[in-house]
């Protein structure tokens, strides 16, 4: 039996695997770091499979390496000993009056059970866990959440569950759609799930005991005080990649890990990545937008994954906000913008803007006809009746405007209409949104899990191209994805594709590009290289879809063909913002 061990240390007060016992008896383990004495202070709360006791610097080396070199101030003003991947370092929210609480979720690290990710079950535990944070002595009754990707994801979870003592949210990089933005773009089954459980999850998993790394700090086993066996450990894990790949349409499993936005009524600040194309963008915005709350806030920045979390600009507007929510002070939050945009350019250069909502009404939504004639993006539609036909195991085909005029800058949703058909029986598109300056070298960025990611991407499986009406708007389509039409090889079909929101300011002489195809983006074929990466980084990271029983070759490995016709000629529609 685990018992919890307490000491001051570093000018805090540190409670080791404090214990959280749910409701059918399972005793879930908290580390709780807190300032000396006997005050009551507000709390933060993480609730994740990552391992509490899992050093940053050891476990997520590639990480840590980029952070620590994109923003050195991470490593002022700390040991750095406490740091956990992607959550805040205790050394520098404790001495500003907080208790930083870090549950290792059920059947992960030194929290025994069976590992469910995302589901129902983890979010009731994690509202339990809330609910016993805000009622500890040491507790003034107001509980945060702040973390990025899986402590991000699940807040829309268990923000929907309206714990009594949840008094905010800071959801920085959180996917929300667990079809839509996790396992299957468009219906395409994405490799990452698979890869990111077994590479992150299962080497932490209760259980694992001896047979895995140790806490630097209390040198205890981080992943369970037993070490159980290989068939035992099997046992205690839901299949989720196996689910994922069985259930190619959205049924109850898929609905039980999305969140009831209307439920949602908490203050939130909800943070996403244009760079992040594949996982979380897209719930910070539909997040942002469906979510009930009356005070909400949306923000958008580029870079790493993990670089503005840390950084003085993302801890700053971090600390404002639940200064503000949580301890009552006058933050200067009131003075926020409800958007905030760090608008993008070649380079890496952003440039930060106040917006008052979300798409930006301003916006001129501009529909761009692809050219058969020399594979040109322009205004006018086309006149004449063609087709181009491709085959989908090559790179498709490529249209592009002239030279800019001038600058022109496109924020906001991005949708493609289509007309296509293939010699079999389905179809997977995969559309890119692509940049190119005047030398005709295309301009890529630091995206939150590849240095060189595309302007934008989009995924549609053509047998699932059925829409949800009311809920589909011209520039955001949505597919239900609970009906399967398979085509008729060689009659084209109607397809309206979902390109993620994204930034670019376009500069005079550089061109729009727009590439449909039938396999992943990939910038030049090459791997960028970076050291320790877990992953090859082609363009789009571990975000690949080339699961042969998602994708059979005699489905999916033959030609696809776009056609053109008077009135249903294939557009991008561009949000393009006027200059104020």
């Not at 998993?205 to 209390?218: E, F, I, L, M, P």
């Not at 994954?305 to 939050?333: C, D, I, M, P, V």
Request: glycine share 10%.
């Amino acid at each position: 039996m685990q018992a919890m061990k307490s000491e001051i240390r570093d000018g805090m007060q540190v409670d080791w695997d404090a214990p959280i016992k749910m409701d059918d008896g399972v005793v879930l383990r908290a580390d709780v770091f807190r300032p000396l004495g006997d005050g009551k202070y507000p709390v933060i709360i993480t609730y994740g499979p990552y391992a509490k006791g899992l050093d940053f610097a050891e476990g997520y080396k590639s990480q840590w390496t980029r952070l620590i070199k994109a923003v050195p101030d991470t490593l002022k003003g700390s040991s750095n000993i406490y740091q956990n991947w992607e959550l805040v370092d205790p050394e520098k929210w404790v001495p500003d009056g907080y208790a930083i609480v870090r549950v290792d979720s059920r059947g992960a690290g030194r929290s025994p059970g069976i590992i469910d990710s995302w589901s129902a079950r983890e979010a009731h535990d994690f509202h339990d866990c809330i609910e016993w944070a805000g009622t500890q002595s040491w507790s003034n009754g107001k509980v945060g959440i702040n973390g990025i990707s899986y402590y991000a994801m699940n807040q829309w979870q268990v923000g929907a569950l309206q714990p009594p003592h949840l008094a905010a949210m800071c959801i920085w990089e959180g996917a929300s759609d667990y079809y839509r933005e996790l396992t299957r773009h468009g219906g395409i089954l994405c490799d990452f799930l698979g890869d990111w459980f077994n590479r992150q999850v299962l080497t932490v998993q209760y259980g694992v005991g001896d047979n895995g790394a140790r806490s630097k700090v209390t040198g205890d086993t981080i992943a369970g005080p037993e070490t159980l066996s290989a068939e035992q450990l099997k046992k205690n894990r839901a299949d989720v990649d196996g689910e994922a790949l069985r259930r190619p349409l959205i049924d109850d499993y898929y609905r039980a890990r999305m969140p009831d936005f209307s439920k949602i009524k908490v203050p939130l600040l909800s943070a996403g990545n244009w760079g992040g194309q594949g996982l979380h963008p897209r719930g910070n915005f539909e997040g942002y937008l469906r979510a009930a709350s009356t005070q909400k806030w949306l923000e958008v920045h580029g870079d790493t994954h993990f670089t503005h979390f840390y950084s003085n600009y993302g801890a700053a507007l971090q600390r404002k906000f639940f200064a503000h929510f949580l301890k009552g002070e006058n933050s200067g939050w009131d003075q926020q913008p409800k958007v905030s945009l760090n608008v993008r350019w070649p380079g890496e250069k952003f440039v930060l803007r106040a917006e008052n909502e979300w798409p930006l009404a301003r916006t001129q939504w501009t529909p761009y006809y692809l050219q058969p004639a020399g594979h040109g993006l322009a205004t006018s539609a086309p006149q004449e009746a063609t087709t181009l036909a491709y085959e989908t195991t090559g790179d498709g085909y490529t249209f592009s405007t002239p030279p800019m005029t001038s600058d022109l800058e496109i924020t906001g949703p991005v949708a493609a209409k289509l007309w296509l058909s293939s010699d079999t029986t389905d179809a997977d598109v995969i559309v890119a949104l692509r940049v190119y300056d005047p030398a005709g070298t295309e301009v890529v960025f630091i995206g939150s899990n590849d240095p060189r990611t595309p302007v934008g991407l989009g995924w549609l499986r053509a047998s699932q191209r059925k829409l949800d009406a009311p809920e589909t708007k011209p520039y955001r389509p949505l597919h239900t994805h609970d009906d399967i039409q398979p085509l008729t090889p060689g009659t084209p079909v109607e397809l309206d594709v979902e390109v993620w929101p994204t930034s670019i300011v376009v500069p005079k002489g550089y061109r729009i590009a727009f590439t449909v195809r039938g396999k992943d983006y990939e910038f030049d074929g090459t791997d960028a290289g970076v050291a320790h990466a877990p992953y090859p980084m082609k363009g789009v990271g571990p975000f690949t879809h080339t699961h042969p029983e998602d994708r059979p070759a005699k489905i999916f490995g033959g030609k696809n063909t776009l056609h053109f016709a008077p009135g249903k000629m294939p557009y991008v529609l561009l949000p393009v913002i006027p200059a104020k």
